[in-house]
């Protein structure tokens, strides 16, 4: 397959984009915009629920 020889303008590339996906969302306003909050890295296991002893009955000895 060889590649298309047409070349568009940079009005013709924005009509396309519009096309393909529409309009931009309105833009957020400074006083809309919140501060991240950075949080505990994930956890590999949950935290057990219960005694251990229900532990091991409900999950098996291993």
Do not use: C
């Not at 303008?9 to 915009?33: C, I, M, N, S, W």
């Amino acid at each position: 397959m060889s590649e298309p020889t047409e070349s568009f303008t940079d009005e013709e590339y924005a009509f396309l984009r519009h096309v393909r996906f529409g309009e931009l969302p309105p833009a957020v306003r400074p006083e809309e915009r919140v501060a991240l909050t950075e949080t505990d890295p994930r956890r590999d296991r949950p935290e057990p629920a219960g005694d251990p002893e229900e532990w091991t009955l409900r999950h098996g000895a291993g």
